[in-house]
């Protein structure tokens, strides 16, 4: 079975359509579909529903996915050890990363491995922690930045604990307090933040029940709802390192955090090119070990 096939079928199923995967192959939309119709001959049964705004997999392309994504990642780890056994560090990472550790830590992290691999490649997906649990899961993704998730990937190496703030209009009555409690929003419109997966475990730790009027899966734009006066919300402190202006910015009494860091399946399965990316972004944020 070879292997542009199965590399042209997991780049459509990704990306969702076949023009931007051949593109993204340099193939033409029609070499990419031969290879893909060629594949579902070989394997006797549909692989792909196409339709006018796109492609998806059938339910038996589902069944076979996570084997043809375990063969390319085995495929990549011969290579990289090859390359190692050269004298050479090559290889792709795949990692999986929330929007705001994608804007504010990235770019060093980033930075300071490609000063020391450049010839290793990394491939970046942004979404919220249910969309990284599932491609650590599947094997969509080697390494995840994210929150602690509880029932998440058994490996977790802590970067820092990340302070809950809560965020009020200028004109709130409140904002002229040092410190704020949940039950002092209890009857506050309350703007939440979609995909933040910790706040439900605070809310339920602290026995909250937000009026919640507006939500949103981008957190600038909760910031902007509540500097327009629409209510209220928490954010984590990452997500504060930009312009708060005109928002009043106030720790909660009593504290609350969540926990950001790496996370993966099994070190053992992770490739050189994943483990030295581990290695180097641990100590761009000055983890030891």
């Known amino acids: 079975m070879d292997q542009k096939k199965r590399k042209a079928l997991l780049t459509a199923v990704e990306l969702g359509n076949l023009t931007r995967a051949a593109e993204q192959l ?10 893909i119709t060629t594949l579902e001959e070989e394997l006797g049964f549909p692989l792909l529903v196409r339709s006018r705004t796109g492609v998806r997999p059938t339910a038996d392309c589902l069944a076979i996915l996570p084997y043809f994504r375990d063969l390319e ?22 990692i ?3 929007h705001s550790i994608s804007r504010y830590w990235l770019p060093d992290i ?3 491995f490609d000063a020391q691999y450049p010839g290793i490649t990394v491939h970046i997906q942004e979404g919220d922690q249910e969309a990284l649990d599932t491609w650590l899961a599947d094997g969509t993704i080697d390494i995840a930045f994210s929150s602690r998730s509880p029932g998440g990937a058994e490996h977790w190496v802590q970067f820092m604990e990340d302070e809950y703030f809560a965020i009020l ?23 939440l933040t979609k995909g933040d997966y910790d706040l439900p475990r605070l809310f339920q730790k602290s026995k909250f029940q937000p009026r919640i009027r507006w939500s949103s899966h981008d957190e600038l734009a909760v910031l902007s709802l509540v500097k327009a006066g629409l209510g209220v919300s928490l954010l984590p402190g990452l997500h504060l390192q930009g312009d708060t202006s005109g928002a009043v ?3 909660l ?4 955090f969540r926990q950001l860091g790496v996370t993966f399946t099994s070190l053992a399965d992770l490739s050189p090119a994943a483990k030295r990316f581990l290695v180097s972004a641990k100590a761009t944020m000055g983890i030891e070990g």
Do not use: C, M, N, W
């Open 96 to 98: 999986g990363v929330f």
């Open 249 to 251: 910015v106030r720790p």
């Open 73 to 94: 990642k085995k495929l990549q780890q011969v290579e990289q050890v090859a390359s190692d056994i050269r004298g050479l560090a090559t290889g792709t990472v795949s």
């Open 253 to 256: 009494h009593p504290r609350a």
């Open 110 to 112: 980033l930075r300071d």
């Open 26 to 35: 340099g193939y033409t939309q029609s070499g990419l579909s031969y290879l």
């Open 169 to 191: 209009p200028e004109i709130h009555p409140l904002a002229q307090v040092e410190s704020i409690s949940l039950s002092a929003l209890k009857g506050d419109p309350f703007i």
